[in-house]
């Protein structure tokens, strides 16, 4: 309830405090996706397609848990 009247007056302010922390936190991962060589893309539906989220998924994965990128 409390969130209702006094959140919203909050809710910009926190987002902006916390945007360096945001930036900070996301970083190593959009680093990832950008050096993330994908196999080639397939037609629409194209089963091929899935190898693509699999190496993206396990490349992310490996950065969370093992630090590696």
Do not use: H
Request: aromatic residues 6%; charged residues 30%.
């Amino acid at each position: 309830m409390r969130a209702e009247t006094i959140g919203a007056d909050r809710f910009a302010s926190g987002v902006e405090a916390g945007l360096s922390n945001y930036e900070e936190g996301v970083k190593p991962y959009l680093d990832v996706i950008a050096s993330t060589s994908l196999p080639p893309r397939g037609p629409k539906g194209d089963p091929r397609n899935y190898e693509r989220v699999k190496v993206m998924g396990e490349a992310l994965r490996k950065k969370k848990v093992g630090g590696g990128s």
